[in-house]
């Protein structure tokens, strides 16, 4: 018999977790829901846009009643849950059901805070808080003309922008001298108040309310100082309180909210509870983006997996007000000793302020142009040091798009049919739509309901606006700690040091130890975790083909249509006729149909057909050539220049150099592809500065660059050092090959490791500690032995044969 | 109506891999799940037609290595969101031997 589960408050944060959960084991409950509203889950962060008349209540449902039927999930709406029998597991509602559960999970959200002065039960004073409030004040908005909102915070200028929409004369009252107090500094709140004067709003600042006047219904405020005005409609929107009655009746821990642990579970540990009615570690919140961080731990518990932990959460702020554009998150009054960073054009009405503690961002607040929130918050939540780019950072990021967008990528102001992905032809629109209509939240959702987003990645920033900027503060931003893939909860970086503490060897050993979801792994995470392994335990692992995108498993780039290009090895760039010919030999024989020079100096056959390739490997492999790895994750080419033996310019042996950087490092598997160049002089005709790994050559040494790259995003290189010897040129490029081997993230590039993990840490590690660049080289230098073995040689001869013959039936 | 053909021994095709089988016709992918169950399709992506053959298999189904549709082994189609379905064929494994049904 299946266990029970029941849900108490039909809201974001619990129907989440049920839909968590319905993900990871959807046979494990029987479950019933209990709303106090009569309506299904709803988009409770909308109201404010059907306040304003911009969407109705239809639009912001976010599973209908069918979903639960589909879902075999019982939903009593209009019926709260009045006690919690813990002995006798059941509950108790209102109209007298009684329900058992063998896990209850409480998600009874907040009650809007009244002021508890005289006349706050009168008629026509509510809070703001769900459909019924709006309801409420849309009538009140058809009969009346005054409105009066006490509470000059994120919900209570909503609400009487709404009520304004509605053709309310609005007042806002404020107790405090700034708007927004939690979430605003005071330039960027000044701002916020002359726009939204501009629009019509009234503001009574640094007043406290004494009395609601009225004769049974609200028709006035009275004031502290003695002063009154009149009001047909009093919204008090001063704050929220977790809702923990019904918990606290039952004797559940409550403090401000239901006390939960990391788990989400309460001090019965049947018990979970999430949401706005939850106390963390001290915290409460009120925003969605962590409720849903929540729901998925407590999906997570549910269904007796039992490895994932809520450890808090950074929220941001994005106010639903039309016309205006304003972003905070984080710390965003500084302390002592912080550094603040501002950019402030009164003309442009806009205010860009970021807090810095020791070259990270602490926190933010922008007014007028928010297009980089996300940008900064993803900066603040995973600690991003910004040394390298501070000077500019208050200009945003502006290579969010493809390189050279500029500013076209201002999502917020492009039209439907502009294209945000370019590798799968998507149009903002279409995203748009999508986040609408099917109700996501998440980067990985947009990603998989349009495509956008899901190929090279360039747009990732561009559809992270889209989604904040159509959800506003629902946007589930990508959790500072990313689990490697759908099958694990763990970070790269928690498997790379499981890996390597626990000496892991195998992936079933992998996967058993941190507990994976799939015992196959997916497409994601097999490579991953094969190259982990590969890179950690070099002569001990055994390479498993199976685990390698096709490209690695057949040592060929897949085409369209299904063929293979074939590229081999030329060492620095350099040839001799006797391989030119026998290139073209092979080319001749096998028919290729194309064939072109490519942007790292090798020669490309196109159109191989599978079945080819275990011959034109043998035959290229007589010819003296190894595999050219232009399809693996793996050391690419090495370009150079003509150098000193020919140019005028030349100060060094490029070419020679060049070549014995290749040979040094042919054949090494890597996080990601990577490439090197030699230029002979600071012309830089290699083109080195936006390389993996670059050397630019001077009269007086070498001059080493890591961290470029030319592709999606151009990135230039930083100066490493500058070295004197050939020999310092190897050990210095090994060193850095192995660091990074070591410890990026599989597919990641140099040039957002290097970003990532800080210049300072990887020169720290190559140039300052000598002993460490030794020991990584001699590392390198060991793995070396293993890699270099060549796998076209290895076909040639009989390998893998199964890999590239077919069967061949016909038809009786 | 069962026209079983004999294509290989279940050695001859890797565990959580493939063989591409060529018919007359076209071409097919006969799968090998990591506890040996054998699944067969077209060998064309619903999507845009790539070599479901050369995709990676998990569970019981392959990932395209075009565009990373995931495509469920018994009943060829992708799974959600994407959207399409390409033929699947019945097999056999019978002492060590597969059989395929076109």
Redesign the interface.
């Known amino acids: 018999m299946k266990e029970k589960l029941v849900l108490v408050g039909n809201g974001m944060a619990g129907v989440r977790t049920l839909e968590e959960l319905l993900k990871l084991d959807p046979e494990r409950y029987e479950i019933t829901v209990f709303g106090a509203e009569p309506w299904p889950n709803y988009n409770r962060i909308m109201l404010s846009p059907v306040l304003a008349g911009e969407k109705t209540v239809d639009d912001i449902i976010l599973n209908d009643r069918a979903w639960y039927e589909e879902n075999g999930i019982a939903l009593h709406t209009g019926d709260a849950v009045v006690r919690i029998d813990r002995a006798g597991r059941k509950v108790l509602t209102g109209q007298g059901e009684e329900v058992p559960y063998d896990r209850l999970l409480l998600a009874t959200g907040s009650n809007p805070f009244i002021i508890p002065v005289p006349g706050h039960d009168k008629k026509g004073v509510i809070g703001f808080r769900d459909i019924a409030d709006v309801e409420t004040m849309l009538e009140a908005a058809k009969k009346y003309e005054k409105a009066v909102v006490i509470g000059g915070g994120l919900l209570g200028l909503e609400a009487a922008n709404g009520l304004m929409k509605n053709g309310m004369d609005v007042t806002v009252v404020h107790l405090m001298d700034i708007l927004m107090e939690r979430q605003l500094d005071a330039p960027a709140a000044n701002l916020l108040k002359a726009s939204l004067e501009a629009q019509g709003m009234k503001f009574l600042m640094e007043t406290q309310t004494s009395e609601i006047l009225g004769d049974g219904r609200a028709q006035g405020v009275k004031f502290a100082d003695g002063s009154e005005i009149e009001a047909d409609l009093v919204v008090m929107a001063v704050g929220i309180r977790p809702n923990i009655g019904l918990a606290q009746a039952a004797g559940i821990h409550c403090e401000r909210g239901i006390v939960v642990n990391d788990t989400m579970q309460t001090y019965d540990p049947r018990i979970y509870a999430v949401g706005e009615c939850v106390q963390h570690r001290g915290q409460t919140y009120g925003l969605v983006a962590p409720l849903f961080e929540q729901a998925k731990v407590a999906a997570n518990h549910l269904a007796q997996i039992g490895i994932a932990r809520y450890e808090g959460s950074v929220t941001s702020t994005k106010l639903k007000v039309t016309g205006i554009d304003l972003f905070s998150a984080g710390e965003f009054n500084e302390q002592e000793g912080d550094e603040t960073l501002v950019l402030q054009d009164p003309g442009m009405g806009s205010y860009k302020k970021l807090v810095v503690r020791d070259n990270r961002i602490k926190g933010a607040v922008l007014y007028g142009d928010t297009i980089d929130g996300t940008w900064y918050f993803q900066l603040l939540r995973d600690g991003t040091d910004i040394s390298a780019f501070r000077n500019t950072i208050l200009f945003g990021q502006h290579d969010l798009g493809d390189a050279g967008h500029g500013d076209e990528t201002r999502v917020a102001a492009l039209p439907d049919d502009a294209e945000i992905c370019g590798c799968n032809g998507v149009c903002k629109g279409e995203i748009v739509d999508a986040i609408v209509t099917k109700g996501l939240f998440t980067l990985d959702d947009v990603k998989?309901?349009t495509?956008a987003a899901?190929?090279c990645g360039s747009c990732t920033g561009l559809v992270e606006s889209i989604l904040a900027s159509t959800v506003g503060e629902g946007y589930d931003a990508t959790p500072s700690k990313k689990p490697l893939c759908g099958c694990t909860e763990y970070s790269h970086d928690e498997i790379i040091a499981g890996i390597k503490e626990h000496e892991l060897k195998t992936m079933d050993a992998v996967r058993g130890f941190f507990e994976w979801k799939?015992?196959?792994?997916?497409?994601a995470c097999?490579?991953a975790l094969n190259y982990y392994l590969l890179a950690n335990w070099p002569g001990e692992y055994h390479d498993d083909?199976?685990?390698r995108?096709?490209?690695e498993?057949?040592h060929g780039n897949?085409q369209?249509d299904?063929t293979y290009s074939v590229v081999p090895r030329l060492f620095g760039g350099l040839c001799t006729p006797e391989q030119l010919r026998a290139i073209a030999d092979v080319a001749d024989k096998y028919q290729v149909p194309e064939m072109k020079v490519t942007g790292g100096q090798r020669i490309d056959l196109f159109g191989v057909r599978k079945e080819d390739l275990p011959l034109m490997w043998k035959d290229l492999s007589e010819a003296g050539f190894v595999s050219g790895h232009a399809y693996g994750k793996a050391l690419r080419t090495v370009k150079t220049c003509a150098g000193k033996n020919w140019c005028r310019f030349g100060t060094q042996d490029s070419t020679g150099l060049g070549v014995r950087l290749e040979e040094l490092t042919w054949g090494s598997w890597m996080p990601h592809k990577f490439k090197l160049a030699v230029s002979g002089c600071p012309r830089n005709c290699a083109e080195a500065t936006i390389k993996d790994f670059g050397v630019v050559c001077v009269d007086s040494g070498y001059e080493l660059h890591i961290g470029g790259n030319g592709g999606i995003k151009v990135r230039v290189t930083d100066l490493l050092c500058k070295v004197g010897t050939e020999e310092a040129v190897l050990e210095y490029c090994g060193a850095f090959i192995q660091k990074y081997r070591e410890e990026a993230h599989y597919l990641e590039r140099t040039a957002p490791w290097v970003e990532r993990v800080g210049f300072d840490y990887v020169k720290q590690a190559i140039v300052d500690d000598e002993a460490q660049r030794k020991a990584l080289y001699e590392r390198f230098k060991y793995s070396q032995q293993f890699a270099q073995i060549d796998p076209w040689k290895a076909v040639a001869e009989g390998k893998d044969q199964?890999?590239f013959q077919?069967?061949?039936?016909?038809?009786? | 109506m069962n026209?079983w053909?004999e294509?290989?021994a279940l050695e001859?095709?890797?565990?959580?891999?493939s063989?591409?089988?060529?018919?007359?016709?076209m071409?097919v992918a006969?799968f090998r799940?990591?506890d040996d169950q054998v699944f067969a399709l077209k060998d064309e992506c619903p999507h845009?037609q790539?070599?479901l053959s050369?995709?990676?298999?998990?569970?019981t189904t392959v990932?395209c290595?075009?565009?990373?549709w995931?495509i469920d082994l018994d009943s060829g189609c992708a799974t959600g969101?994407d959207e399409g379905c390409t033929n699947a064929f019945r097999t056999k494994v019978e002492n060590g031997k597969v059989y395929?049904s076109?």
């Open positions: 998989a309901h495509k899901s190929s799939n015992p196959d792994g997916c497409a097999r490579p083909p199976q685990s995108f096709i490209n498993r057949a897949i369209k299904g199964h890999e077919p069967i061949e039936i016909t038809a009786a | 026209n053909i294509i290989a001859d095709i890797p565990r959580l891999g063989r591409v089988v060529k018919t007359d016709t071409n006969v799940t990591r845009k790539g070599p050369q995709g990676i298999v998990s569970g990932t290595p075009l565009h990373n995931k969101p395929l076109i």
